[in-house]
């Protein structure tokens, strides 16, 4: 019952604790493209966060939700942006994941999508492999559509687990918003890195992570519950 509390209260807790602001209309025509491609940049890196499961973990279904925060400000604003994935386990090396949500800003309504495969290998299974695909809708001024690839590496220790990873990923961010500063399309290839450490504690998980790109860094914080 306790689990089930915190697994509840950290869910409510996110949904109270989103700040971004997606809009170009609040710059300058000057600075548009340049704060245009800041936030295709962090909202590509976002998105490329996917979920990680043992090969030896043997729960069916695993959920995980949490959120992310960029510790800088982007026009006074410092984003914090919701996380919510699901795997679910095909074959004791293969497993699909998904990401299905909605959340409300001052001005927007982003709508997440997005659908990933996942392969583990190795002698005790503790590499994965990954590709994802995800999309942002429902902006007023833009679509982003991302595609990533993740290599990661599980590594277990006597409390924590520890998990690196390496990625590439692709965006395309379609614009809506008519300015001769800004072009109908920005498409660019981010490479980053990852770190995680998850600490088992009771039927539930709780993880603090990183993700981090040559000029930008994303910080995380989530919980996962496996069910049968």
């Known amino acids: ?43 590509s890196l976002w998105l490329s966060n996917y979920i990680s499961i043992k090969q030896d973990e043997n729960k069916r279904l695993i959920v995980k939700f949490g959120y992310s925060s ?15 994935n699901f795997g679910l386990r095909i074959s004791n090396n293969l497993f699909t994941s998904g990401r299905f949500f909605g959340f409300h800003l001052e001005k927007d309504s982003p ?3 997005g659908l990933g495969i996942h392969y583990t290998f190795g002698e005790e299974g503790f590499w994965t492999v990954s590709f994802q695909r995800s999309a942002i809708n429902g902006l007023s001024d833009f679509r982003l559509v991302s595609n990533s ?50 600490y088992p504690f009771k039927k539930i998980k709780l993880g603090l992570g990183s993700r981090f790109s040559s000029d930008m860094l994303l910080f995380n914080i989530f919980i996962s519950k496996g069910f049968q």
């Open 70 to 84: 960029y510790p800088k400000k982007i026009n006074g604003l410092r984003w914090v942006l919701p996380d919510m």
């Open 1 to 43: 019952m306790k689990t089930l509390l915190v697994f509840i209260f950290f869910f409510i807790s996110i949904l109270f604790c989103q700040s971004a602001d997606f809009r170009y209309d609040n710059y300058n025509q000057s600075e548009l493209r340049k704060s245009a491609t800041k936030i295709t940049h962090l909202s």
């Open 149 to 198: 690839f993740n290599l990661e590496k599980y590594i277990i220790k006597s409390k924590f687990d520890f998990i690196i990873g390496i990625g590439s990923n692709t965006i395309i961010n379609s614009s809506y918003y008519v300015s001769s500063f800004l072009p109908n399309k920005l498409e660019k290839n981010i490479k980053y890195a990852s770190v995680k450490i998850l």
């Open 111 to 113: 709508q997440i999508a």
